[in-house]
């Protein structure tokens, strides 16, 4: 592969998994999820109001990823074969909670924003792989005094998994791809503007022009399993 990089860092959003059958967040008709907007539901105070509604947005989701009906497609693959065949390091940053980059191959991988196929102590933060529906009647075995399980997930106003790993990696990067978000939520939004400050050439592969658009010194629109294999092909 004489892709002229050697230290690539990849954020992806849920434009990525789009093809394999997940709804986005944002670019739908009205980004909506049963008529709450993400940043009401992915919320610790919209658990403590509803646990139940905010436990089943996740379960449903949880559901999709294990019912043999999501796989990961030909963006996924390309950035696992890039991983495997360049002469370099590949570093993706994913803000999604599926496991299609896993299921395609790919190594390095920092969920930023958690893991759907994992559950986290609500008291200790301690977490627990995964399957099946979490229910307000699941508690840790982690705890002296059991405490009860909350999806392992990153939600507004919670600091984002991995962001010392993110940084150095930022750092450290010659090329930094975005793939598949809208560049609606931070700190991820501002990853570009850290990548081409120290240096990195960076590029926005999306659907349409993300809300960071005008950061990237190259952008390319249309569809994630078209132009990821076009790009590191
Ligand atoms: C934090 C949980 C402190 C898991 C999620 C005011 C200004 C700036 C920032 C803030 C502010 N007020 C508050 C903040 C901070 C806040 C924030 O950014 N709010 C936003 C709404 C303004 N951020 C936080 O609270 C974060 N924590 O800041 O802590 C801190 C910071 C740094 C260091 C220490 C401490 C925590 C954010 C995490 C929130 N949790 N989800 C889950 O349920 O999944 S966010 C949620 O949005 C998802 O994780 C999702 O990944 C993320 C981003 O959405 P996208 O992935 O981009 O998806 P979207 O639908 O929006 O877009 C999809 C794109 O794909 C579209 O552009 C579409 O065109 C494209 N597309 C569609 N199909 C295809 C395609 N592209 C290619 N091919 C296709 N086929």
Redesign the pocket.
Known sequence: MNFPYRHIVILT????S??SGIE????GAD?LWEKHK??DV?TPEGYHRNPVLVQN??NKRRQQLEGGTVAPNAAHLALAKLERELEGEVTVVT???DNLHELAGTKNIIHM??ELLKAQCNHSGQSVAWSGDISLDDHCHCCQIPAPLRPN????????IG?DRIHDALVKADLFIS???????????GFVHEAAMHGAHTIE????P?DVEDEFAEKRY????V?VPELVE
């Open positions: 959003g849920a434009g990525i789009a093809e986005t967040f944002r670019s980004g993400i940043e992915a947005f996740y803000q999604n909670i924003h958690g997930v990153v939600w507004f106003g919670e600091m984002p962001m793939i598949g978000t809208s560049g609606a939520v931070y700190p991820a939004a592969l999306n659907l349409e993300s249309g569809k994630a399993s132009l």
